[in-house]
């Protein structure tokens, strides 16, 4: 191991460098931001210090709020379909009676949208779910389900419901792969001697899988937080980039990226970012909190 | 038995009709690509029409999404592979030598792990404008170069693959420290380098935010840019030439998944599960 060599020094060194640069010293100018006035032009030299005012301001900006429970709203929505299909096959596919074949089939099909650009997946569906022209009314209508188109993206709760459901399409795959790899490595063991104890299907998949599971679950819901709450590129294409309709799709990195970058006020857009850090850091640290607890 | 026969074709059906779900988005917009705004006006159709060159024409003439494509592809692959040759540097020093701070560097890795990217947007980019780099691919490509998570990913498969002998016997034969890595070390972490590129290289390809942000000039737009400026455009009236900018951000993607997939699947699943 020793071997002590200060050539590890010249092998780390442009790591270190470009992490201090190009990492550290942003967030920490951004915290600084967060402190000031600054609307991005004119030099930083040229704006006011006012201390925690953008915090005080976060704190009582119901667009903040809106865009914290649109977030959560979208996220949940999203989170609760993606895992209940992802799970589904998941569990059909580690059936030992069931011996379905072509697994490795279905898991490339269902996991491909995950590969696909969102920006040009949220590109499609905007023109998709159009009122007028949009592909999913000329369906809907000639297939006899509506008889008259439905403006979905004018409507909060259906632009809510488009973006988790979009989300869910793009993403259960890559769960169900995640899901399945847990299942199939939980020992047979288990199964064959809850078989032989007497033991059902729910009871199998109580008392085993979901215990069993538990370390991959937490993996998942991680992931799927710290994602979710980032949510960006769905929202901003999907409608006029505003968060349309009345408000409904206005998220918080739009909402960050909105402020900063169309308002010019990099001072209050900093702000939001470490708004969003914290509930960020919340999140995760009460996720990790309930999955441990149960445990013990 | 003939249950479980009965189970089993129910259970393909309902299967099947998933993956069709899936890919009716995608039929939609590969028709749609070869209609003309007429007739996509007009209703649906799940066959073909012959406007494809049209679109093709209308689409170029306002903004030419295989620029996009090249732009996207060149700081996809220079990230890649800064990202897994400067990740696997690091994780080789920290592996082999022991030197000060190396507790500190590591914790911090596992800090900065969990910070999400958009928290030092805005100092990025106006260290950027401070540089000079803004409106270039350098704020992109260069962060690439300090990759917590892939050296975290890289430092622990050498731990279990890497027997520190084979360096010891280099050592007796004189190969100097970098020679080593170039020639004993890289090669043990190359299954470790193809399952990383490959997440390197789709976040890239997909990061909208970021190349938002920074790049300004229409002639450097990358891919998702790109698309977000189309809805913008005069393209925008013509829907066919819309499906077919979209397509033709979409189809390659997949022709190369086609070929890729068992790869990529294997590598979510060693990955989830070291993890």
Not at chain 2, 113 to 119: F, I, K, S, W
Not at chain 2, 233 to 238: H, K, R
């Given at each position: 191991m020793k071997k002590g060599n200060h050539q590890a020094y010249l092998f780390i060194a442009p790591f270190v460098i470009v992490f201090l640069i190009f990492n550290i010293y942003p967030i920490f100018l951004t915290f600084y931001y967060s402190l000031t006035d600054y609307t991005g032009m004119g030099g930083i030299e040229n704006a006011r210090f006012i201390g925690v005012d953008n915090y005080i301001r976060l704190f009582s900006d119901r667009y903040f709020y809106q865009a914290f429970f649109n977030t959560i709203r979208i996220w949940g929505f999203n989170f609760i379909v993606q895992m209940l299909i992802a799970l589904g096959l998941a569990l059909l596919f580690s059936d030992i009676r069931l011996k379905l074949k072509g697994v490795g089939l279905f898991r490339a099909l269902f996991y491909l949208p995950n590969i696909i650009t969102i920006a040009s997946v949220a590109l499609l569906f905007s023109i998709l779910l159009d009122w007028n022209h949009g592909g999913l009314n000329q369906m809907l209508l000639s297939l006899g389900f509506i008889d008259r188109p439905i403006n979905w993206l004018n409507s909060p709760a259906y632009a809510q419901s488009a973006v988790a459901l979009i989300g869910a399409w793009m993403w259960f795959g890559n769960s169900f792969i995640v899901l399945l790899a847990g299942i199939s490595g939980i020992s047979k063991d288990f199964y064959e001697a809850a078989l032989i104890d007497g033991a059902n299907w729910w009871q199998s998949f109580k008392f085993i899988t979901i215990p069993q599971l538990k370390p991959i679950l937490l993996y998942v819901l991680i992931t799927s937080i710290i994602g979710g709450l980032q949510i960006f590129d769905l929202p901003m294409l999907l409608t006029d980039g505003n968060g349309s309709p009345q408000g409904a799709l206005n998220t918080m990195v739009l909402y960050l990226y909105n402020q900063a970058f169309k308002y010019n006020n990099f001072g209050y857009g900093a702000t939001i970012a470490y708004g969003l850090f914290f509930i960020t850091v919340i999140f995760s640290a009460i996720t990790f909190r309930t999955m441990y607890r149960k445990q013990v | 038995m003939n249950k479980m026969k009965l189970a089993r074709f129910i259970i393909y059906t309902f299967l099947i009709l998933l993956v069709v779900i899936c890919f009716i988005p995608f039929y939609m917009m590969i028709i749609n690509a070869t209609r003309s705004n007429s007739e996509i006006l007009r209703g649906f159709s799940l066959i073909p029409g012959d406007a494809l060159k049209a679109n093709y024409q209308t689409l170029t003439s306002y903004m030419d999404v295989w620029v996009g494509f090249r732009n996207s592809l060149m700081v996809a692959v220079s990230v890649t592979i800064l990202n897994a040759y400067f990740s696997a540097l690091t994780a080789f020093a920290l592996v082999v030598y022991d030197f000060k701070w190396k507790n500190v560097i590591f914790i911090t890795f596992i800090v900065m792990?969990?910070?999400?990217?958009?928290?030092g947007l805005i100092g990025l980019y106006d260290l950027s404008e401070t540089l000079g780099i803004l409106d270039t691919y350098w704020p992109l490509i260069i962060p690439a170069i300090a990759a917590p998570f892939t050296v975290f990913f890289f430092r622990q498969f050498l731990i279990t693959t890497m027997p520190i002998s084979i360096l010891e016997a280099g050592r007796i034969d004189g190969a100097s420290e970098i020679h080593m890595f170039h020639r004993i070390v890289l090669p043990i972490l190359l299954p470790a380098i193809a399952t990383m590129g490959i997440f390197t290289f789709i976040g890239s390809w997909n990061n909208y935010l970021v190349p938002l942000v920074i790049i300004r000039s229409p002639r450097l737009y990358t891919l998702p840019v790109m698309m977000g400026a189309l809805s913008g455009?005069?393209?925008?009236?013509?829907l066919g030439a819309m499906y077919l900018g979209i397509a033709i951000s979409v189809v390659p993607i997949m022709i190369a998944f086609l070929f890729l997939s068992k790869y990529i699947i294997s590598s979510i699943t060693a990955g989830s599960i070291k993890g």
């Open positions: - | 792990m969990m910070v999400p990217g958009q928290l455009s005069p393209v925008a009236m013509n």
